[in-house]
């Protein structure tokens, strides 16, 4: 068994942790305090590579490894979690463009999410169904060389401003069966958003995106027709230890923090870390911490050797969140009132994590997954 990173993984580790210290820390309030997310930013993150990982190299991408992915998800997350979703929203496009896009789609495409002149998110869910997004409602009708595109998108991160979407649609019978991808440029006319009032990942103006007849080209539907809601479910299947991975990052710059003020923070004449109560909090939840982070490697191992993963993925969704937040909490208490305060990062982590305890699918639906795979199928109270 091998537990080390490559030689460049590692480099990449020590040069995106001071990336992150040195650039994104100082600024990860800005962005949850109404300073809109400027554009510049996103074309930062594409000349360093951050935003194609997973494209080929022939479209400006790295070509990298699911692991690496992984490794610039944690570290990026220190600085800041929602630096994060940009990983997580450059890899998902990626994978599905170049699985399943003509190749003149992915000549005009993936150079521009490369290179983060485009944002790509990704709509799935629906006002009325999240966990159960088989039974999505929006519609793709067959006109000509055209689909015309008739619903809308709920809680759609970077809704505010992405330049195109993955839209899941239904072209066929109820059910997952009927579910088509589509690439839709949000520029065309019938087609609108809002973005909403979220408690965190501020920065990602999540939204609602509305179809009212919008068109698009045939040749924008991501394979064929019907096959649509499968390639949703691949994206899940590493997508979720990115997430789990990003959270960790979160969780492990607030303990080092903590560390290093529970040294120096005096009461009863003695610096915090010498009353156990303090120590063991910290020792207790670097250990949850570390399981999350080790279950979300294997799953993106499991991924770049072509190995099922499903049931890790699963796992280290629910688990890396949750343990995640949790650390979070005891860091902010461990700060006492400093903690509890705007000028401290740690609440606003604790709100950015959050949201992706739910974000990608909920403990509970997480749950099912992992006891799908240990039960089987016929174990299951839903499909
Ligand atoms: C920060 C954030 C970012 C997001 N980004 C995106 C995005 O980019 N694109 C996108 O398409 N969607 C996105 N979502 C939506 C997200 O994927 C859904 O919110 C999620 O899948 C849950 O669906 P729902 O909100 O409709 O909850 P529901 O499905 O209504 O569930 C509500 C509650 O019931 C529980 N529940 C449901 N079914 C079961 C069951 N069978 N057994 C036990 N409990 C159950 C759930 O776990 C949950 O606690 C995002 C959400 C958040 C919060």
Redesign the pocket.
């Known amino acids: 068994m091998e537990f080390s990173f490559t030689e460049e993984q590692l480099l990449l580790q020590k040069t995106l942790r001071q990336y992150a210290k040195s650039e994104l820390l100082p600024n990860y309030h800005r962005w949850d305090r109404g300073e809109k997310f400027p554009r510049e930013k996103i074309l930062e993150m594409g000349q360093l590579g951050l935003l194609g990982l997973r494209v080929p190299e022939r479209y400006g991408g790295q070509d990298a490894s699911f692991v690496t992915c992984g490794i610039a998800s944690e570290e990026i997350s220190r600085g800041d979690f929602n630096y994060g979703?940009f990983i997580q929203?450059s890899c998902i496009p990626a994978e599905l463009l170049r699985a399943k896009a003509s190749p003149e789609v992915q000549a005009e495409w993936l150079p521009r999410l490369a290179s983060g002149d485009a944002v790509i998110?990704?709509?799935?869910?629906?006002?009325?169904?999240?966990?159960?997004?088989a039974n999505l409602a929006t519609r793709a009708v067959k006109q000509g060389d055209e689909y015309v595109i008739t619903g809308e998108?709920?809680?759609?991160?970077?809704?505010g401003y992405a330049d195109a979407c993955i839209v899941?649609a239904r072209t066929g019978e109820s059910g997952a069966g009927g579910v088509s991808a589509f690439l839709v440029p949000l520029d065309r006319p019938g087609i609108t958003r809002t973005v909403y009032r979220?408690p965190?990942?501020r920065l990602?103006a999540?939204g609602s995106l509305f179809f009212d007849g919008a068109r698009i080209p045939a040749r924008f539907r991501l394979g064929e027709e019907r096959e649509g809601f499968t390639g949703a479910m691949v994206s899940f299947d590493f997508n979720r230890a990115f997430i789990a991975l990003s959270a960790v990052g979160a969780a492990l710059q607030s303990l080092e923090e903590t560390v290093e003020y529970t040294k120096t923070r005096q009461a009863f004449g003695r610096p915090l870390a010498k009353f156990e109560g303090v120590s063991f909090q910290v020792a207790e939840h670097l250990t949850l911490v570390e399981g999350a982070r080790l279950i979300a490697y294997k799953c993106l191992w499991f991924k770049d050797q072509g190995l099922p993963h499903t049931k890790e993925s699963a796992m280290s969704k629910w688990l890396g969140p949750k343990a995640a937040v949790e650390a979070i909490h005891a860091c902010l208490i461990l700060h006492g009132h400093y903690g509890y305060n705007q000028e401290s990062p740690l609440e606003q982590r604790m709100r950015d994590v959050?949201?992706?305890?739910?974000?990608?699918?909920?403990?509970?639906?997480m749950?099912?997954i992992v006891a799908r795979e240990v039960y089987g199928r016929e174990f299951m109270?839903?499909r």
């Open positions: 979703l929203l998110a990704f709509a799935l869910t629906e006002p009325a169904v999240g966990s159960d997004a998108k709920a809680s759609v991160t970077f809704g899941f979220s965190g990942e990602s999540r959050i949201g992706l305890e739910i974000g990608d699918g909920t403990p509970e639906i749950k099912g109270s839903y």
